[in-house]
Nanobody
Framework: QVQLVESGGGLVQTGGSLRLSCTTS????????MGWFRQAPGKEREFVGC????????FYADSVKGRFTMSRDNAKSIAYLQMNDLKPEDTAVYYC??????????????????WGQGTQVTVSS
């Protein structure tokens, strides 16, 4: 059984930083894709970034490029999302997601097979 558990959300002031973690279990392949999405109230869930577990490639949404960084710890099966220079528009519930294989349509949330429960990030102005 695959499980994804996010942690690290919270309340931060504009310009602050947070690091989200996504602890995974049950993912048995080495070729899966880890994605990060977020959903603000009244808005669609949107792509933040993704990382391929088998290589070094990372992709980011334009809105977070240069401020957010994804990484992974293969030994611990944990994915991280380091968020710097946070802005009020970054306020959302953040989700990690996993696909069993390498995803080409990385921004399409329908391509991801498993989801975490989400963690709230609130950035005050």
């Amino acid at each position: 059984q695959v499980q994804l558990v996010e942690s690290g959300g919270g309340l931060v002031q504009t310009g602050g930083s947070l690091r989200l973690s996504c602890t995974t279990s049950g993912l048995t392949t080495s070729t899966h894709t880890m994605g990060w999405f977020r959903q603000a109230p009244g808005k669609e869930r949107e792509f933040v970034g993704c990382i391929f577990w088998s290589d070094i490639r990372r992709f980011y949404a334009d809105s977070v490029k240069g401020r957010f960084t994804m990484s992974r710890d293969n030994a611990k099966s944990i994915a991280y999302l380091q968020m710097n220079d946070l802005k009020p528009e970054d306020t959302a519930v953040y989700y990690c997601a996993a696909a069993r294989s390498m995803v080409t349509a990385i921004r399409d949330k329908e391509k991801y097979d498993y989801w975490g429960q989400g963690t709230q990030v609130t950035v005050s102005s």
